[in-house]
């Protein structure tokens, strides 16, 4: 049974940066699939964040780009995110995923998801 | 980046009727690339459909989805009272992958 757990502080600070950890269970990243961050601001709907592989491969969501950072720990199972410079609007329920991967002939890989984290929320206020 | 737009926003059944939501592209989807979630209050969002048509492990086959390019289908054929959540599309035939709003199914 593949479970994903996230952890990380629920109160960030504006500017500061957000740093979220999904520890996995049941599967071992480096078996294979991307692990994915999606976002759920309050009552709104579904942003992905961006997505990586075990090797350490990376793929965000342009519009997030600048901001963030994706890494994997084979060693504890875990993959992480950060988010930096965040204000209110990045406000959300943070979940982790499975992403089960399709490669285009663009170079770029897309996603759906089978297996998610129950989530965090993340409020950004001083 | 490929905008998802789903219909009615909110739809009101009665357990026992057919629900049927829709999804639609502002661009072709590439090979079928549209997944549906179910999300409950409180829930993380739960995979039901990928390639548009083949349903995920353990879901019911009272869920079915339908489509291809632009315009894509979630069919629920005798709603459960379980069904009553929000469904989300997801489309991953290009990148970003992004989600529609949104359709909340509700109790009538």
């Known amino acids: 049974q593949v479970q994903l757990q996230e952890s990380g502080p629920g109160l960030v600070k504006p500017s500061e940066t957000l740093s979220l950890t999904c520890t996995v269970s049941g599967y071992s990243i480096s078996s294979g699939y991307y692990w994915g961050w999606i976002r759920q601001p309050p009552g709104k709907g579904l942003e992905w964040i961006g997505s990586v592989y075990h090797s350490g491969s990376t793929y965000y969501t342009p519009s997030l780009k600048s901001r963030v950072t994706m890494s994997a720990d084979t060693s504890k199972n875990q993959f992480s995110l950060k988010l930096s410079s965040v204000t209110a609007a990045d406000t959300a329920v943070y979940y982790c995923?499975?992403?089960?991967?399709?490669?285009?002939?663009?170079?770029?890989?897309?996603?759906?998801?089978?297996?998610w984290g129950q989530g965090t929320l993340v409020t950004v206020s001083s | 980046e490929i905008v998802l737009t789903q219909s009615p926003g909110t739809l009101s059944l009665s357990p026992g009727e057919r629900a049927t939501l829709s999804c639609r592209a502002s661009?072709?989807?590439?090979?079928?690339?549209l997944a549906w979630y179910q999300q409950k209050p409180g829930q993380a969002p739960r995979l039901l459909i990928y390639g548009a048509s083949t349903r995920a492990t353990g879901i019911p086959d009272r869920f079915s989805g339908s489509g291809s390019g632009t315009d894509f289908t979630l069919t629920i054929s005798r709603l459960e009272p379980e069904d009553f959540a929000v469904y989300y599309c997801?489309?991953?035939?290009?990148?970003?992958?992004?989600f529609g709003q949104g359709t909340k199914l509700k109790i009538k």
């Open positions: 995923a499975r992403g089960v991967y399709y490669y285009h002939s663009g170079g770029y890989y897309t996603y759906h998801f089978d297996y």
């Open positions: 661009q072709s989807v590439s090979s079928t690339y």
């Open positions: 997801q489309q991953y035939g290009s990148s970003p992958c992004s």
